[in-house]
T-cell receptor, first 113, second 116 residues
Framework: EPEVTQTPSHQVTQMGQEVILRCVPI?????FYWYRQILGQKVEFLVS????????KSEIFDDQFSVERPDGSNFTLKIRSTKLEDSAMYFC???????????FGPGTRLTVL | AQTVTQSQPEMSVQEAETVTLSCTYD???????LFWYKQPPSRQMILVIR??????QNATENRFSVNFQKAAKSFSLKISDSQLGDTAMYFC?????????????FGQGTRLTINP
């Protein structure tokens, strides 16, 4: 069964460093998403991406964040200058059409020291 | 803005029992989707069940069923014949059908423990 994959599973970085989190969505899906979950809290929407552009973003998704689909398979989330409060689990998701069920990857645990 | 509320932070039942998790939401829209996702200790988000608001019939997936009360804005999940593998965090989520709106809005979650 097709699934969303994410790498790395765990990333440790120093405050102020740039990180790139990678996702491979399900191959025939057209809509891509990033969510984050701070430990012990609910899952929060960051951004949605369709047709090579951002279609919706939350207040969390400020200028420090960017997304890119550099090729036909990968979907990346970049945090330019990490802060302690960026420590969280980051989930990538994809869906075939708008309104379709979103399927989640296993997540990347980001720890900012 | 839509909000989703899960009023039960934790629940615990014995194996084989039936358990119901509560979820309420707030929206002014008429067309939307509702979901229950499961997050086991591995922390992966797994879809349990989905409901379209325009459908009056409650969704069912094997041992999982929902009680969707649109007027009351309530969307509870019933797990029948609970199994140890059902132990997980359960999140209720809302998604609008409005053009351009694609995000899932999650509740705070209910931690469910199935005891042997």
């Amino acid at each position: 069964e097709p699934e969303v994959t994410q790498t790395p599973s765990h990333q440790v970085t120093q405050m102020g460093q740039e990180v790139i989190l990678r996702c491979v969505p399900i191959s025939n899906h057209l809509y891509f998403y990033w969510y984050r979950q701070i430990l012990g809290q609910k899952v929060e929407f960051l951004v949605s991406f369709y047709n090579n552009e951002i279609s919706e973003k939350s207040e969390i998704f400020d200028d420090q964040f960017s997304v890119e689909r550099p090729d036909g398979s990968n979907f990346t989330l970049k945090i330019r200058s990490t802060k302690l409060e960026d420590s969280a689990m980051y989930f990538c998701a994809s869906s075939g059409t708008r309104g379709d069920t979103q399927y989640f990857g296993p997540g990347t645990r980001l720890t900012v020291l | 803005a839509q909000t989703v509320t899960q009023s039960q932070p934790e629940m615990s039942v014995q194996e084989a029992e039936t358990v119901t998790l509560s979820c309420t939401y707030d929206t002014s829209e008429n067309n939307y989707y509702l979901f229950w996702y499961k997050q086991p200790p591995s922390r992966q988000m797994i879809l349990v069940i989905r409901q379209e608001a325009y459908k009056q019939q409650n969704a069912t997936e094997n041992r999982f069923s929902v009680n969707f009360q649109k007027a009351a804005k309530s969307f509870s999940l019933k797990i029948s014949d609970s199994q140890l593998g059902d132990t997980a965090m359960y999140f209720c989520a809302f998604m609008s059908q409005s053009p351009g709106a694609q995000k899932l809005v999650f509740g705070q979650g209910t931690r469910l423990t199935i005891n042997p």
